[in-house]
């Protein structure tokens, strides 16, 4: 245990040393990345006002927060893609990460999540603009904050393992971009990424319940902007959790006939 | 060595090359239909709340996916890919090779690469622009369709100024790669008619990034909403961008040549 | 005493999918794929004790990195025994990583954008390595590699030869017993070719520890290796020491003559290899050495004669084309 502390803090401390010096990079890409959801946001508060107000319960202050918050949980969501696995494996890197005595997702957990932390401190600049051209309304309570900012990590985690396993596909093939795509799409639809939840079509709403999407993005940003009670908050942190060790589990089984091939066909 | 004939010769070749990948061809057509089909249940979430959205309807908005999704379409198979190879080149040094040649170096760098199968999106754009068109029981007329025409190419010759003007701070500044990103970013604003954007967000999508003209302008043009005063801005503003890259890329061009000897 | 390398019977077989050009024949091979068999190592087996440092030595695709990945445990073996300290390597156990480390001349570790140091630091994280034991052997290389003044700048700014010294470091600070090789100095020029033999060297001396190396440069070979293994598509051609690969491929030897008179032909004592003025090189067998020696001194007047062995280099070319002709 001691052995991946150390192995975690000593990685996060390369990637932030990384991140620190493409701060620009970051900046860049960040922003590029913010008019996805203002454009939503746009879209939707123009809604909103033309129906008096308020849409689907969300009031334009409220799709406002919902979207600022969605920023910092876009930013969690950014794992190691499956491209990357692909090129991983082209290129040779896995070979010498497969020689260090420690596991290669361990490596990309750590070095994600100390990036994490530069992105949340080059975040709030950026949050702080957007309230004040958007002017959210917040209503948070401090256990929203609690479990909101350990379900970000939730995301991040559940995230990685999907990402993951759809990476593991590029072990047998490399055409793999179509399937990406899908799940992509797929993501957009089901995770309250593209609107809230609850602004979707009921039977959308139903099927978003057994599947993972929506616990990396609709649930993060509705415990600290929603009204959840206390055990709502907890309970969708436990499943958080189970998606977690779901992800972990199928992992591990997938990861085993994945380095099966590997070793077979060379790398 | 005639520049028609290279971009031709460069068309070519591209084509070949990617005829070898027909498989791309079938990813290319599933990610359309991805995209058009996100499209939609966006649209759908819209007019499942509202009749008009400030002041366009249902088809109206359809034909303006159409027409983003045709430009874009534009920009992946020529403009980002000629533009993202010459921040390539530049940073490599491999620019040389293109400097060396007897041609116009602009024209050079922007027909060097095509790809051919992300000219899917233009084929799928033009059937969404179809069904919207007929969703709206317009007639074309042939005022309307030259309007509609040419307001489409003086939009992607603005897309094209601002990639390269863009793409000539790679002069200056190594690492661009994450403006392509912001490019990227802003253009999916275009989606929707600019008109629902607060003011500053709308001046940025018609002055910094063209966006306005590219697509916005174009489906006006379908939805009879197009005026010549427009028309004629856009004109003028096409030739405004066309001036300043060329300017623009002249000065990098010298400031590179200046550092690599 | 268990050798610290032991292979037998390696044979590593790759199938590789074979089909025709044009659309067709890509959507029915999704159905029905044929597979081409490709022996990339067929029947291999050496020993290598403790200690040694050993060559590898083979033209491209002749099995060298397929070996080394089987030995590191990346690859499986398609059948035959392979075990290294003990260890099988395919089990890819932590305990074994531990101990081995392969170097790969064209791939890096490193972060490109941090000062070395700082991935030093990961890989004492990565090893769990004591830090007063990291520290030690991490300034011993840096010292004698002479990397001083070299480890707190960003990676990106140093020579692809001090890369490769500050790569080799951070592959050796857990002090792996046994270390692969490929292609260490490739691409590199001769002093900084040399800079990394020594270390190579000095490492094994120190440490104790066995190497297995591949290379395209001999000098390297000649340098390091005893002893060396040939392999060549796929099977040993030969296993022993240097020079005796020396003796029994090389049937000749060179003779560098130099004539006061640069008319003369030679060509009646042997094959003319060069004529550089009065300097000329004649290849002769071995058995008649002694001989043409003694001809060429009696018949001609000399000023220079010398009796060398062909070229290291030459005696593996003529290995290789002569097992081609043979096929």
Redesign the interface.
Known sequence: MRRYIDFYLATMRISILEQIQYSVANYFYMIGMITEPVIYLVVWTTIARQQGGTTGGYTVGAFAAYYIIWTLVRNMNIVFTPFGWEWRIREGQLSMMLMRPIHPIHSDVAFFAGWKFVVILLWLPLAAILSWIFKPTFDIRWMEVIVFSLAIWGAYLIRTMLLSLLGMITFWTTRVSAIFELYFGLELILSGRLVPMTLMPVWIQDLSNYLPFKWTFFFPIEALVGNLTDVQLWSGFGMQLLWIATGIFLLNIIWNFAIKQYSAVGG | MNPIKLALTYLRIGVLNEMQY??NF??QL??SF??V??GL??LS??F???KK??GWSRPELLAVMGVHLLMGGVIRSIIQPNMERLMDDVRNGTLDFVLTKPADAQILVSVHEFRFWQLVDVIVGIVVISIAFIQLNGTLGILQFFGFLSALIMGGIMLYSVWLMVTSISFWVI?V???S??????Y??G??PVG???SW?RTGLTFLVPVAFAVTIPAEALTNRLTGTSLLIALGMTLLFVVLSRGLWRLGLSNYSGASS | MTPTISVSNLSKHYKVPERDGGMKAAVISLFNRKYRTVKAVDDVSFNIEAGEVVGFLGPNGAGKTTTLKVLSGLLHPTSGMVNVLGYEPTKRSHDYLRQVALVMGNRNQLSWDLPAIDSFELQRAIYSLPVSEFKKTRDDFIDLLELKDLVNKPIRNLSLGERMKMEIVGALLHRPKVLFLDEPTIGLDVTMQRRIRAFIKEYNQRWGATVLLTSHYMADVEALCKRVIVIHHGHTLFDGELNQLVTQFSSFKTLGITLPDPEVDLSQYGEVLTRDGARVTLRVPKAKTSQVTANLLSDLQVDDLTVEDTPIDDVIDSVFTSTKAAK
Not at chain 2, 181 to 186: Q, V
């Open positions: 027909r498989i079938f990813i599933l990610q991805i995209s089909a996100t249940i966006g979430l819209v499942g709340q509202v959205l400030a690492r790669q994450e403006i990103n912001l490019f990227e970013g802003l999916a604003a989606r929707w629902i954007y607060p967000l």
